[in-house]
């Protein structure tokens, strides 16, 4: 066991260096043989990424060293310990401690041993304090408050609060701590419904309807990319929110589609789907690596309509005009918490600045490869109005060739989501819809040029 936590250790440091949690977990995963250890492992090792600044709050309480100048690995340590001692009430408070002590111990060099005492040291102190633990003072400074509590960064507490007020920014960051389940989009070119049933009921795999058809969310699965079915082509993970927009775009049967930024594609092995392999989808992405997860998802899933092309969307030229076209663009990604919860630490406030303008830049860039009554759908996984709705009513400005559509009536045709929308855009907040949150907005071609 004390293996297990030394793995953790290792891999939050991976992941603090910059790794993709969801990629290391599957890795690690994969090394580990015991269904409860496989479990734990993943418990801890997202518990600790998704609560850091709350785990940090309380080691920095009860500890006399700054955080700032503790090893790396203690201070990871220390938060393993303490996740451990406030969050699993299945670890008994002893073993929690001793195995996060043997884990540092095993990871720092003897020269170290005074470190190894000190995290034993404040761990036993954490756990005799734990009931004594005062958050910040709500009435005093509700955005600090909150921060702590569900352990987000302030400059995106402000952010949330500023744009949805207290209680909605409350609902958002507490949705972004639950665990994401996964959700299977059924492929029908490789395989009916029926078989795609068939093969999850062999594999002794649970799921529940979404508000999408061909979307099911998985009950209890470790690994999603080893079953039969997906394997065999039959599903694509992909979350519910992100499969509406090709839904949305209404694309049909032989449409030329331009895809402006496709890895690893979930969306345009969608759009083909829908369009039952005909047409052509010309994909673009700027990343040679992504692509190459795009060309392998081509392949699992059975599309042939899809023409690849490593481009910057921003400075790409094409004379070919477009019946729709799919700008589903980098950004901040701050609706992706719950499935990717580095996102919390990675970014400061300045990316969203950085991602306002390359979106300018690309939609700038592509719109008049739009036919005459073709439409653009937009969308982000991404919370912020400078991203949003700023672009949109920015692009329609300086566009008067466009009009933005109501999405509201096309959703209730696709979907069995029910959400209050006054607005003509789409905005999925977590929380409000169980699933992650995105933002969309239908833009059509109106008079040609
Ligand atoms: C949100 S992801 C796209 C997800 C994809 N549509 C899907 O459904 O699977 C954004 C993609 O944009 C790509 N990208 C970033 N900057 C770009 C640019 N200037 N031109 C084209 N692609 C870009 C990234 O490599 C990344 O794969």
Request: net charge positive; glycine share 6%; aromatic share 8%.
């Amino acid at each position: 066991m004390s293996n297990l936590r030394l793995k953790i250790l290792q891999s939050l440091l991976r992941v603090e260096e910059g790794s993709y949690s969801n990629l290391l977990l599957n890795s690690e995963l994969k090394k580990i043989k015991d269904q409860r250890d496989k479990s734990l492992f993943t418990e801890i090792f997202y518990g600790v990424i998704r609560n850091k600044l709350y785990l940090d709050f309380i080691i920095d309480n009860y500890s006399k060293t700054p955080l700032v100048k503790m090893d790396k690995e203690v201070l990871m340590g220390l938060r393993i310990g303490v996740y451990q001692l406030f969050f699993l009430d299945k670890v008994p408070a002893r073993a929690a401690i001793y195995e996060s002590v043997e884990a540092v111990k095993t990871i720092l060099p003897n020269s170290k041993k005074g470190a190894v005492s000190f995290t034993n040291g404040v761990l036993r102190n954490i756990n005799r304090q734990h009931d004594k633990l005062a958050l910040p003072a709500k009435a005093k400074n509700p955005e600090k408050y909150l921060s702590v509590k569900y352990s987000y960064p302030i400059w995106m507490v402000n952010k949330f609060v500023q744009q949805y007020g207290f209680e909605s920014a409350e609902t958002i960051l507490n949705a972004g701590n639950k665990r994401s389940e996964v959700t299977y989009r059924h492929n029908s070119l490789k395989m009916t419904e029926k078989e795609f049933f068939q093969l999850l009921k062999a594999d002794g795999i649970e799921y529940e309807k979404t508000f999408l058809d061909s979307f099911f969310r998985l009950k209890k699965i470790n690994n999603p990319a080893a079953t039969q079915v997906f394997k065999k082509g039959g599903a694509y993970i992909q979350g519910t929110s992100a499969g509406l927009a090709s839904l949305l775009l209404d694309v049909k049967e032989g449409m030329q589609v331009l895809d402006l930024a496709a890895a690893p594609g979930g969306k345009t092995t969608h759009l083909a789907e829908i369009m039952n392999n005909t047409g052509e989808i010309t994909a673009l992405d700027i990343s040679q690596h992504r692509l190459n997860l795009v060309s392998d998802n081509l392949s699992r899933l059975g599309v042939t309509n899809v023409n690849l092309k490593i481009a910057d969307a921003a400075k790409y030229e094409d004379d070919k005009k477009y019946d729709r076209i799919l700008a589903d663009l980098p950004c901040s990604g701050l609706g992706l918490i719950s499935s990717k919860p580095e996102i919390k630490w990675e970014k400061d406030r300045s990316v969203i600045r950085k991602m306002a303008d390359l979106q300018y830049r690309i939609l700038n860039n592509n719109l008049s490869k739009l036919k005459k009554n073709g439409q653009l759908l937009y969308s982000t996984c991404t919370l912020t109005r400078e991203e949003n709705q700023d672009l949109i009513e920015r692009i329609l400005q300086e566009n008067s060739d466009f009009k933005l559509m109501d999405l509201n009536i096309k959703l209730n045709e696709i979907s069995s989501l029910t959400i209050e929308n006054k607005n003509k855009y789409l905005e999925l907040l977590p929380g409000e819809v169980d699933s992650e949150g995105f933002f969309f907005a239908l833009l059509k071609k109106v008079e040609s040029d």
